[in-house]
Every structure is written in C-alpha cells, then in structure tokens.
C-alpha cells in the first residue's frame, strides 16, 4: 500500500504542509512561463524538496535512509512521470527529486488553471505556482503561502531556497511584484526566490488578456 497516499506515520506533518500539492516545494530551479495570445508555454528544471521530512511541531525527524521516505520519494517520482510535459524525472542521492518539464497548453476556458510541479493535481489550486483565468477574464499568477510556522520549520532543515522564475507575455500587466521588470536585456519579469523573504512574499501578477 503507497506510503504517499496511506503512511499514518507521516499524516501530522503532510497536513502541515497542506498548502502544497503533494507536499513537494521546488529548492534548486529556474522556472520559465511565456504567456502569448491564449498560448502557455512552461520550461521548469530543478529541485524538489518533499516535506515529510521536516520535522513538525513536536516531531522527530526523518532519517535520509528511512525506508518508508524512500518509498515516498519513489512514489512521488512515479506521479511526476505520469503527468504530460515531465522529460526527465530522478531521485537524487540527497533525497531530492530532480525534474525537467516542457510544456505548452491553451489558455482556454474561464476558470482554466494550470499548476507546477504537479503530480496527481497539475490543475489544483494547492500547487506552487499557478496560473489561472478567472471569470473576469484576467490572469493571475500567484505561488503558494507559507504560515511562518511552518516556513521556520522548512528553513530550520536542509532546505536551501535557490530559484528564479522568469515570465514573458504580450498582455497588459496589471500589477505584479517582480524583483526585475523588463528592459534592454531582457523581456522578462524575473523573481529572485533563494531568501525567507522572498518567500514570504512570493509571486503575483495580473494580466489582461487583449
């Protein structure tokens, strides 16, 4: 029976970390999102850090060889697999999951999401980044929010935050926190995600479709 779906052991902490589809957060990465006409174009590759190992509230930690976590690992790189766009997937000797992802979708009905990196859910809301078109006809980009608890528990392991997210578009920005803004180099707006604080305030940004 899959430890990922059914190990009581581990119930506190997924829960924890409910926010995030299949408890998996990115760690090493660069994430590119081109958003042109109703085309999305994703390129991702990096480093996926899962959360049962994180200790909870009053918890223990994980030892790296624990078989159960292995089996986890396992079970994840399996779903990963499954899902379109997934080249190459590979449990790395430190207990990451190394991915890369290519792919393109339409933008199509009201109420569309897309999210990364996901395994059972690539359209839930739960995922780290998603990118949604709402009922006004906006896009909104957001990634996940963390409880200070629990971003305190994750930096206070072996997580070492080091991504950038890169998005392109041809659409009217309505608002956005990028760290970087578009100019003679570059047509992306860029954010810079290796810090608490940049976690803290994640991503977000609004666009019009024209």
Known sequence: MSVYKNSLKYLAILSLFGALS?????EQYEAELSIYGDQLSVEFEGTLK?????????????????????ELLSDLAADFEKQPGYTSVQITDNNRIYVK?????????IGYIYGLPATQR???KDNFLRIEHRSDGEILITSAKFKAK???????????PDGVISISTDHEVLEHNAD???GLLSS????????????????KMRLKMN
Do not use: F
């Open 22 to 26: 299949a408890c998996v957060v990115p």
């Open 50 to 70: 899962e959360l049962v190992s994180v200790m909870s509230s009053g918890g223990r930690p994980i030892a790296p060889d624990d078989p159960q976590l292995q």
């Open 101 to 109: 992802l290519s792919d393109t979708r339409e933008i199509s009905d």
């Open 122 to 124: 690539p359209k839930s």
């Open 150 to 160: 629990d971003l305190a528990a994750l930096l206070g392991s072996d997580y070492d």
């Open 180 to 182: 970087e803004t578009p």
């Open 188 to 203: 992306s707006y860029v954010w810079n995600v290796d810090s608490e604080d940049a976690l803290l305030k994640g991503v």
